[in-house]
C-alpha cells in the first residue's frame, strides 16, 4: 500500500471513532444526569442507533455498490449527521431527545459499513492490512474518550457538539479520499436495494451460525456500552462518598479498553492466521463472560483489579468476535457484494443484536433499581449469562476451515 494512501486511510478511520466515540459511551450518563432519563429510555436511545444499524445500511451500501463513489457517500452522511447533532444539542426532554438521535443514527449508522469497505476495496490483502488501518479508528476512541474525562464533560452536552465538529471535518475530508467506484453493474430490483445480494452468505451454513452467534453476543455487548460508564460511577460513589466525583475520572479509566483493543489489534493477523476463525471467535466469547463477572462484583475499594481487568479485556472480546467478523465476511463475499456484505454483519452486531440488547439492558437496569439505587450484581450477571449461551451455541454448532480466501 502506497504510504499516501495509508495516510488517507488511517484518518479517515481515526475520524470514523472520533464522532462516535465523543457520544457513544457517555451518553447513558448524559441522559440520566441532564434529562432525568429512566433506565426504559436510555435503553430506547441506544435502541435507536440499532434500528438506524437495521435500516440504513443496505440500502446505503447498494448506492456505494451500484451508483455512486462511496466515498462521496460517506461525505454527504457526514455533513447531514453534524446539522442534525446541533439539533440534538438543543433538546432537553427524553422522548424528543430519541426521535432526534434516531435520525442521527439513520445519517451515521451506514459510515461504519462504508469506511470498512472503501479501506477493504484499496487493499490488496485486507486479511493482513485492514487491522493495522482499523487500528486508528481505536486510537481515536482512546483520544475523543481521554478529551472528554480530562475536560470533565462527560455528562453535558459538549460530547455531542464534539461529534457535531468532527463529523463535518470528516465530511469534507471524505470528498478527498480515495475514489471507490461502484463495482456492480446491470439493472435494479427492490430486492437489491434492501440488500438481497448479501444475502446469499446465507447459503454457507458457518457463515449463518456466525451471523447468528453476532447477534446474541451484541445483546451483552449492549450492557457494556449502555452501563459500564454509570456502573462505575455508582461504584465509585458509594466506595468513596466523600470524594468530588469528578475526580473519579470514569472517562479516562474506561479508555483503557481501548488501549488493549490496539494491543490485540495488532495480534489479529497473527492469531488469524495460526489458531483459525473458530478459535478466535471462541477466545473472545469466553473474555466476554469473564469480564461481566467482573463487573458485577469488582468494587473499587476492595477489588479494583477486578474493574481494571474487565475494561483491559475488551481488547480480546471486542476484537476477536467483531474485526475478525468484519475480516471473515470480507473474504466470504463476493467482489460485487463488498459493501453490502459489509452492511450484513452490521446488521447482525450494531443492528439486530444491540437493538435487543439495548431494550433488555434497559428494562433490565430498572428491574434492579429501586429508590435510585441499582443493583449493579445481578445487573452484570444478565449478559454473563447470555455470553455464556452464545458460547455454547457456536461450540455445538460452527463448522468452518482453519483459513478462509478473500
Known amino acids: 500500500m502506497k504510504p499516501i494512501l495509508r495516510i488517507q486511510l488511517s484518518l479517515m478511520m481515526f475520524m470514523q471513532f472520533f464522532v462516535w466515540g465523543a457520544w457513544y459511551g457517555q451518553m447513558s450518563k448524559y441522559m440520566t444526569d441532564q434529562l432525568h432519563a429512566t433506565g ?23 448506492l456505494a455498490d451500484r451508483f455512486f463513489q462511496a466515498q462521496k457517500v460517506l461525505g454527504v452522511l457526514n455533513i447531514l449527521g453534524a446539522l442534525i447533532l446541533y439539533v440534538l444539542t438543543t433538546i432537553t426532554d427524553a422522548d424528543t431527545f430519541y426521535w432526534v438521535m434516531l435520525l442521527y443514527c439513520l445519517t451515521f449508522a451506514p459510515t461504519i459499513a462504508l469506511t470498512a469497505s472503501i479501506s477493504m476495496r484499496n487493499m490488496a490483502n485486507p486479511e493482513k492490512e485492514f487491522p493495522a488501518i482499523r487500528v486508528f479508528g481505536t486510537i481515536a476512541w482512546i483520544a475523543v474518550v481521554n478529551l472528554v474525562g480530562f475536560m470533565g464533560v462527560g455528562d453535558k452536552v459538549t460530547i455531542f457538539q464534539i461529534s457535531m465538529i468532527s463529523a463535518a471535518l470528516l465530511g469534507i475530508m471524505s470528498f478527498f479520499l480515495p475514489n471507490t467506484p461502484p463495482t456492480a453493474t446491470g439493472p435494479t430490483s427492490f430486492g437489491q436495494i434492501i440488500g438481497k445480494d448479501a444475502f446469499v452468505l446465507f447459503k454457507d451454513r458457518s457463515y449463518l451460525i456466525f451471523f447468528i452467534s453476532s447477534v446474541l453476543i451484541c445483546i451483552p455487548l449492549s450492557f457494556y456500552y449502555t452501563w459500564a460508564n454509570p456502573s462505575l460511577t455508582d461504584g465509585f460513589k458509594a466506595a468513596f462518598p466523600t470524594a468530588d466525583p469528578a475526580s473519579f475520572r470514569i472517562e479516562n479509566m474506561m479508555s483503557l479498553g481501548q488501549v488493549s483493543e490496539v494491543l490485540f489489534m495488532l495480534l489479529l493477523p497473527l492469531a488469524y492466521a495460526r489458531v483459525g476463525v473458530k478459535n478466535i471467535l471462541i477466545i473472545g466469547l469466553v473474555a466476554w463472560i469473564i469480564r461481566f463477572v467482573f463487573f458485577g462484583y469488582g468494587q473499587p475499594d476492595t477489588s479494583l483489579w477486578m474493574l481494571y481487568g474487565a475494561i483491559f479485556l475488551h481488547g480480546v472480546c471486542y476484537d476477536f468476535f467483531f474485526v475478525s467478523g468484519m475480516i471473515y465476511t470480507d473474504a466470504k463475499a463476493g467482489e460485487k457484494i463488498k459493501s453490502q456484505a459489509q452492511g450484513l454483519i452490521s446488521l447482525a452486531t450494531y443492528g439486530l443484536g444491540m437493538l435487543i440488547g439495548s431494550i433488555v439492558a434497559g428494562k433490565v437496569k430498572d428491574m434492579y433499581t429501586a429508590n435510585e439505587v441499582t443493583d449493579w450484581t445481578n445487573v452484570w450477571l444478565v449478559p454473563a449469562g447470555i455470553a455464556g449461551l452464545s458460547l455454547v451455541f457456536l461450540l455445538l454448532f460452527f463448522r468452518d476451515k482453519k483459513t478462509t480466501n478473500a
Open 40 to 62: 426504559d429510555q436510555v435503553g430506547s436511545a441506544y435502541a435507536a442507533f440499532s434500528i438506524a444499524m437495521i435500516v440504513a445500511p443496505f440500502f446505503v451500501g447498494m
